[in-house]
């Protein structure tokens, strides 16, 4: 069964600083995906990571993936209040077709 | 990209009663779409996955008859929540994934509705 565990859970930062959000998953898988949750609302598409040693970046946040650790981080740049959300990765098992969520990661900048 | 709505965003019902949430791909055609429930402050739960044209599979523990979900085109599929009760109450979210009508590109990305949150008193 394939298990995903993200860490830390809660995170409390104050607006500037970096921090990394880890991304662990037990089994060979396709791809690895990140997304993005504000309260109340649905799930937006952050990165989707294919191969090892990907790496995609977006403004402030870079996904990167270690398929042989099974591992990928999210690292956050000088993070700002509108990064305040739940950051979920989901990883797919291969041919499975759909996905297994983490229990994802609850960020909150602070000014 | 891609749009997937969902109706209503929000229900209240009575205990008893069926509620049906529908979920559409708006741009492309969802060759497979999947159904999740989340509790508050929880991860998504995948419920079943529908293949357009075909039966659901549904994930072990989730009832088959109290969770009807119908994928009858490449555009919509349903969910029909059965004689509904408290602990039905959840936030329910539909993503879809296919291909693109103008393109005709396929897309592994799962592009997620906005929610149903059901309540049932």
């Known amino acids: 069964e394939l298990k995903v565990e993200q860490n830390p859970l809660f995170l409390s930062m104050q607006e500037g600083k970096n921090y990394t959000i880890y991304c662990n998953y037990s089994?060979?898988?396709?791809?690895l995906y990140w997304y993005r949750q504000d309260p109340g609302k649905s799930l937006e598409s952050l990165f989707v990571?294919?191969?090892?040693?990907a790496v995609k970046q977006e403004g402030r946040l870079m996904a990167s993936l270690d398929t042989k650790a099974r591992l990928s981080t999210l690292h956050i740049t000088a993070a700002v209040h509108d990064l305040s959300a739940t950051y979920f990765c989901?990883?797919?098992?291969?041919?499975?077709?759909?996905?297994?969520f983490g229990d994802g990661t609850t960020l909150t900048v602070k000014p | 990209g891609a749009v997937v709505s969902q109706h209503p965003s929000w229900v209240i019902c009575k205990s008893g009663t069926s509620v049906k949430i529908e979920c559409r791909s708006l741009?492309?055609?969802?060759?497979?779409m999947f159904w999740y429930r989340q509790f508050p402050k929880k991860s998504l739960m995948l419920m079943a996955t529908?293949?357009?044209?075909?039966?659901?599979?549904?994930e072990q523990g989730v009832e088959k008859d109290k969770f009807l979900i119908n994928h009858a085109s490449l555009t919509l599929s349903t969910l029909t929540v059965t004689s509904a009760h408290p602990e039905d109450s959840s936030f329910y979210i539909c993503?879809?994934?296919?291909?693109?009508?103008?393109?005709?590109?396929?897309?592994?990305?799962?592009?997620f509705g906005p929610g149903t949150r059901l309540t049932v008193l």
């Open positions: 990571l294919l191969s090892n040693g």
């Open positions: 993503s879809a994934r296919g291909t693109y009508r103008m393109s005709l590109l396929y897309t592994d990305t799962q592009y």
């Open positions: 089994t060979t898988s396709d791809r």
């Open positions: 529908s293949n357009e044209g075909s039966k659901a599979t549904y």
């Open positions: 741009d492309f055609q969802a060759t497979t």
């Open positions: 989901a990883v797919d098992k291969m041919k499975a077709g759909k996905s297994t």
